[in-house]
């Protein structure tokens, strides 16, 4: 059966190399083995063959937050009995193509290979971390429990940051809140940023998604399925939601 490939959509990918070991080493293959039937798990993955490495491919749809905390907890436990091997990993967030073939799905695209080059290029200091790009995204998302810590300046770490659980959330906890209905500064706003990326159609949408939900979240989201080139729907998403953090902020 032939495959059916999608228009480009935006995703998160996440890649897995082994620091300080080779698979050589039957106690470590094991505990990778591990390690990989978690990510396996999550979304589509794929390693070279022999190779201690993994790149995980979440669908658009995913629930960001919850697969990488489960990955966090993944390299946390891999690192506990494999010491002193250790897992690098490394998230981000591009275009990747989606091919359905026999209602299996699999992913190929920029982001892919993206997210591998970012990895080859970070310190090997273990760790989870994370492109610009995928903190930018995730400062659309609310209540995530992770944050963003800058990296030094080692070589390889430009535009990297540490994810750090166990602390303040990555997005603004008012990422989610409720809209005033009469806060036409944030209605005119959306609908001239809007009409950039769609033309005059733009005021009409605004206000149908505006009689369906209140809620920030989901009214951007809703607004930016309208975009389709995925790279103007992330760009959209981000002005719309810093908007909203400066509204509040001068409140």
């Given at each position: 059966m032939a495959s059916q490939v999608s228009a480009p959509v935006s995703a998160t990918?996440?890649?897995?190399?082994?620091?300080?070991?080779?698979?050589?080493?039957?106690?470590?293959?094991?505990?990778?083995?591990?390690?990989?039937?978690?990510v396996r798990g999550l979304g589509h993955a794929?390693?070279?063959?022999?190779?201690?490495n993994l790149t995980l491919t979440l669908a658009p749809e995913a629930a960001i937050a919850a697969a990488v905390s489960r990955v966090a907890t993944a390299i946390a436990q891999f690192d506990a009995v494999a010491a002193p091997s250790r897992i690098c990993a490394i998230v981000h967030y591009g275009v990747v193509f989606r091919s359905e073939?026999?209602?299996?799905?699999?992913f190929s695209g920029s982001a892919i290979r993206a997210t591998q080059s970012a990895l080859r290029r970070a310190p090997q200091s273990g760790s989870l971390m994370a492109t610009r790009d995928f903190a930018t995204q995730a400062s659309t998302l609310a209540d995530l429990p992770f944050r963003f810590e800058a990296m030094g300046g080692a070589s390889g770490a430009e535009g990297l940051s540490h994810v750090v659980?166990?602390?303040a959330a990555a997005a603004s906890a008012?990422?989610?809140?409720?809209?005033?209905?009469?806060?036409?500064?944030?209605?005119?706003?959306?609908?001239?940023r809007?009409?950039?990326?769609?033309g005059p159609f733009a005021g009409a949408?605004?206000?149908r998604a505006l009689r369906s939900s209140s809620v920030a979240t989901q009214l951007v989201k809703a607004l930016s399925r309208e975009?389709?080139?995925p790279d103007a729907r992330v760009s959209f998403e981000h002005e719309v939601f810093q908007f909203i953090k400066s509204r509040d902020r001068n409140t």
């Open positions: 990918v996440i890649a897995f190399d082994l620091v300080g070991a080779d698979l050589a080493d039957p106690g470590v293959s094991a505990k990778f083995d591990t390690l990989g039937a978690v794929t390693q070279d063959p022999g190779k201690p073939t026999g209602g299996v799905s699999s659980f166990g602390a008012n990422v989610g809140y409720t809209l005033p209905s009469n806060d036409q500064a944030f209605v005119e706003f959306v609908k001239r809007l009409a950039t990326d769609i949408l605004v206000d975009i389709d080139n």
